[in-house]
């Protein structure tokens, strides 16, 4: 995308130097709701609030760095998902209910788990420990999915003995390995085979997932699938019920979708001519874009639901064949923009001409995504307005890496200083999930907050739970 410099030159450059940043705003204090949760605002004092509670407060209460997270926007955005794939009447998709997996990758604990429960989701888990905390908080087995490219067999014995809803295959060991257990525990197990559909989505190579040289799923190409689906089809012990493709992440429009539904129902209608099977559902995974900044544009739920439907029925009615259930994976386009992380200002270091540096007391152990995938985010002094020009920033962290960025090139107030809180919204989704002791730090809390109230659902770290790993 690209990024202009804002003419006016302000602080500490007549020119800028090239970098990833837009102009500045015209008001530094505005908080782009495209970026921020529903329930963000300013009070009177200029002090930004969420959920009815001042960020000073919160920062007072549970300290920083902490991860805040709106529970209203958050339930909101699951309705919103739900209700975009409800059966529509009137048009394609009547009466068919598709069904909407929340990716527990992006972020998970039991108090989340509870919440997609009571809105009405299913969820995807891939580890042990997703799908522990997943039955630990009640989600019904039966509405789980178990993913991953190389599922160990304790894994793999305790999704099949809880009773969950499917797995997802992602190789030929795989497929007999999924059988053999479930056959050994009695079991007939629902599964989806992942395929690779050749299908780049236009993101960063190192979350590209579709095309063929990577390791998740069995590529389309060389008949591989087909071969996976013969080999799944002879199985006692498994039920595939359908087909799975995942073309990557933080995607803002459907092109790549509806190529990658053309390969899949390609393949539905050759299993449908080979084994006279029809299978009844199609998984076309998640990886739907966020707003980071206020240049992303990403679309809602229900022009989504609609672009998706649209292209499942006219493949399948070009292919002669009966429309399966859709199944849907969001994660980070639910819990993304629910929550942002609370900085304290340590330090404010000018280099003339350049930049200035704003160091923070957080970093590449809370979000390690800037420094992995060179992400882009936005960031606001929240603690109180400022009417300063504003100056070319760069939010750092305290880590022992020059890579320890957290917001490359932004523009904050040239006002800022040491005690000052800045906030830096859409964190929700893989800043907790991806987070590390890197130079010993403690991992922050994760707060939710609604309705006035406050509370951890996540708590923060503490050196004695550093020290208890720590055997000697």
Same mark, same amino acid.
């Given at each position: ?74 339930? %909101?955005?699951?309705? +919103?998902? @739900?209700? $975009?794939?409800? &059966?529509?009447?009137?048009?394609? #998709? !009547?009466? =068919?209910? /598709? ?37 630990? %908080?009640?989600?019904? +087995?039966? @509405?789980? $999915?178990?993913? &991953?490219?190389?599922?160990?067999? #304790? !894994?793999? =014995?305790? /999704? ?313």
């Amino acid at each position: 995308m690209s990024r202009s410099a804002h003419p006016a030159g302000p602080r500490h450059a007549d020119v800028l130097p090239e970098g990833h940043y837009a102009a500045p705003p015209a008001d530094l204090n505005q908080l782009d709701p495209r970026v921020w949760s529903r329930t963000v605002g300013r009070n009177a004092d200029g002090v930004a609030t969420v959920g009815g509670i001042d960020v000073k407060t919160l920062a007072e209460e549970f300290g920083t760095p902490g991860y805040f997270l709106d529970e209203a926007d958050f339930r %909101a955005r699951c309705r +919103a998902w @739900r209700e $975009a794939f409800k &059966g529509e009447k009137g048009g394609k #998709g !009547e009466g =068919e209910d /598709a069904d909407v997996f929340y990716a527990g990758k992006a972020f998970l604990s039991r108090a989340v788990v509870r919440w997609l429960t009571e809105e009405g989701l299913n969820l995807d888990v891939c580890s042990a420990g997703e799908l522990a905390t997943a039955l630990a %908080a009640g989600m019904p +087995a039966e @509405r789980i $999915a178990l993913h &991953g490219n190389n599922k160990s067999t #304790g !894994e793999i =014995e305790r /999704a099949v003995e809880a009773g969950v809803g499917r797995i997802v295959l992602d190789s030929f060991q795989e497929i007999a390995r999924v059988a053999h257990i479930a056959q050994r525990l009695g079991k007939r197990q629902r599964v989806q085979i992942r395929i690779t559909v050749g299908v780049e989505a236009h993101t960063h190579e190192f979350i590209a997932t579709a095309h063929e040289d990577q390791k998740f799923g069995i590529p389309l190409a060389g008949g591989l699938a087909a071969e996976a689906v013969r080999r799944a089809l002879k199985l006692d012990g498994l039920e595939l019920i359908g087909i799975h493709s995942h073309i990557g992440s933080q995607i803002f429009d459907t092109s790549g979708f509806e190529v990658a539904a053309h390969r899949v129902v390609g393949l539905l209608g050759e299993i449908r001519d080979e084994h006279g099977v029809e299978l009844p559902e199609i998984d076309l995974g998640g990886g739907l874009g966020i707003a980071y900044t206020s240049e992303d544009d990403p679309r809602e739920p229900h022009e989504i639901a609609k672009a998706l439907r649209d292209i499942v029925h006219r493949e399948c009615d070009a292919a002669g064949l009966a429309v399966p259930r859709l199944s849907v994976e969001p994660g980070r386009a639910i819990v993304g923009p629910t929550a942002f992380t609370l900085y304290e200002v340590g330090t404010v270091k000018e280099l003339p001409g350049l930049r200035t540096y704003v160091s923070v007391d957080g970093g590449m152990s809370d979000n390690i995504r800037t420094a992995l995938y060179d992400a882009e985010y936005s960031v606001a002094l929240v603690s109180r307005a400022s009417t300063a020009e504003p100056m070319l920033s760069r939010v750092v962290g305290k880590h022992c890496e020059s890579g320890d960025i957290v917001v490359r090139d932004a523009f904050l107030p040239a006002d800022l200083a040491p005690g000052d809180l800045i906030a830096v919204p859409a964190t929700g989704a893989y800043c907790r999930s991806m987070a590390s002791n890197y130079n010993h730090a403690l991992r922050p809390p994760v707060v939710a907050v609604r309705d006035g109230q406050a509370r951890e659902i996540v708590r923060r770290e503490t050196e004695e739970d550093l020290l208890r790993l720590d055997v000697g």
